[in-house]
């Protein structure tokens, strides 16, 4: 009986190790990637947003980033956290080779008094072997709408 007890309890440690259940660890030991896994997010780089500021008018900016990854990558996206506390998310567009974006509208700020309104535009990517960039993702830019200084001038008699 203890032969059938020992030889079940061999079979589950080595299913253990090697369907890699509870994490790979097996005693303390962490079994490595398999050669060539990617386990890595995409790497951007150059990431620019232009205009960057507006003088009361809103308007349309350009993101653009170079994106790259050894397993290539799967899709690209902005996160544009706008002066109200929301988001958007504004799919990028490959561009040609490794470079990707998109264009993205800024609203006007024409109230007398206020303070800017200032945009924080964000990069997530995800490569074909599922790596994202992990939240809040990788600092584009900012985009600021300036709003006028003070309130209109009195109509003159």
Same mark, same amino acid.
């Given at each position: 009986?203890?032969?059938?007890?020992?030889? #079940? +309890?061999? /079979? %589950?440690?080595? /299913?253990?190790? *090697?369907?890699? %259940?509870?994490?790979?660890?097996?005693?303390? #030991?962490?079994?490595?990637?398999?050669?060539?896994?990617? /386990?890595?997010?995409?790497?951007?780089?150059?990431?620019?947003?232009?205009?960057?500021? +507006?003088?009361?008018? &809103? &308007?349309?900016?350009?993101?653009?980033?170079? *994106?790259?990854?050894?397993? &290539? @990558?799967?899709? *690209?996206? $902005?996160?544009?956290?706008?002066?109200?506390?929301?988001?958007?998310?504004?799919? /990028?567009?490959?561009?040609?080779?490794?470079?990707?974006?998109?264009?993205?509208? @800024?609203?006007?700020?024409?109230? $007398?008094?206020?303070?800017? $309104?200032?945009?924080?535009?964000?990069?997530?990517?995800?490569?074909?072997?599922?790596?994202?960039?992990?939240?809040?993702?990788?600092?584009?830019?900012?985009?600021?709408?300036?709003?006028? +200084? &003070?309130?209109?001038?009195?109509?003159?008699?």
């Amino acid at each position: 009986m203890r032969v059938i007890y020992l030889g #079940f +309890f061999v /079979l %589950c440690l080595m /299913l253990l190790g *090697v369907s890699g %259940c509870s994490g790979g660890r097996l005693g303390g #030991f962490v079994a490595p990637p398999a050669p060539g896994l990617d /386990l890595t997010p995409p790497e951007v780089q150059d990431q620019r947003v232009r205009p960057a500021t +507006f003088r009361i008018n &809103g &308007g349309q900016v350009t993101i653009r980033a170079r *994106v790259s990854d050894p397993s &290539g @990558v799967a899709d *690209v996206n $902005a996160l544009v956290s706008k002066p109200d506390g929301t988001t958007d998310l504004v799919p /990028l567009a490959l561009q040609r080779s490794d470079i990707y974006q998109a264009t993205y509208n @800024v609203a006007d700020n024409v109230q $007398a008094g206020a303070p800017p $309104a200032i945009y924080i535009v964000r990069l997530r990517a995800r490569d074909n072997a599922n790596n994202e960039i992990p939240l809040p993702g990788v600092l584009v830019g900012t985009v600021t709408v300036e709003a006028p +200084f &003070g309130p209109p001038a009195p109509p003159s008699s």
